[in-house]
């Protein structure tokens, strides 16, 4: 497998470590970004970016704290928005944060669409969730997964490799580890894809 650079974008979340556990598992060299610090930097040299959950509420502070989140209009490389990361993706696609029902439990989330995100997951499959804000899906933007409360689980950009999951698969055991060694296996390809176009 090719060795891999990632940025963590840290956003202030409690199971953040386990994202650092899961990249040293995976053998992948990471740097970890504090959101204040997000802006001023390129993510061009690095094949993946992963951006965290975090305690901040949207619907609190939308359009300040949505400007701490502008790299992601920069952003062409393989992109996992979590929890937080995955509000601040839809905001930066145009649509609103709205507040909801605290979940803070095992959430099932039906699978709508195949996709290399979710490979190898059943339909119908258990995520840890820890929030209480959603968004509506963006405009060019693909729904590949839902729960009973929330309309927006999983979603994929149609026209760059950038994926939100409102859920914490960090934290939620063999279907979470499953779907972060896929979004290893897009950055993998995409990385492969580019080094072939260079030559």
């Known amino acids: 497998m090719a060795i891999l650079e990632f940025f963590v974008v840290d956003c ?9 556990d899961f990249l040293e598992n995976q053998e992948i060299e990471y740097t970890v970004i504090p959101l204040a610090e997000a802006n001023a930097i390129s993510f061009k040299t690095v094949d ?14 939308q359009k300040e704290f949505a400007r701490q ?8 490389v393989p992109t996992l928005g979590i929890c937080l990361g995955h509000q ?7 649509v609103t944060v709205y507040r909801d029902v605290e979940r803070r ?17 059943p ?19 693909k729904l590949l997964g839902l729960s009973q409360y929330y309309p927006v689980e999983i979603m994929a950009c149609q026209s760059k490799p950038l994926f939100g999951v409102q859920f914490h698969p960090e934290i939620s ?10 979004f290893v296996e897009i950055a993998t390809l995409e990385k492969i894809i580019r080094a072939k176009n260079k030559c």
Do not use: W
């Open 88 to 94: 601040a993706i839809g905001v930066r696609y145009g």
């Open 173 to 182: 055991g063999p279907p979470g580890l499953r779907l972060l060694r896929n």
């Open 105 to 121: 439990t095992l959430e099932r989330i039906a699978l709508m669409a195949t996709h290399p995100l979710t490979k190898g997951l």
């Open 12 to 20: 202030g979340s409690q199971s953040v470590k386990h994202l650092y």
């Open 69 to 76: 989140f502008a790299f992601i209009d920069r952003l062409q």
């Open 48 to 61: 993946g970016v992963i951006i965290s959950g975090g305690p901040h509420l949207f619907t609190e502070q």
């Open 123 to 141: 339909k119908n499959v258990y995520f840890s969730a820890s929030h209480c804000e959603g968004i509506p899906l963006p405009l060019g933007f």
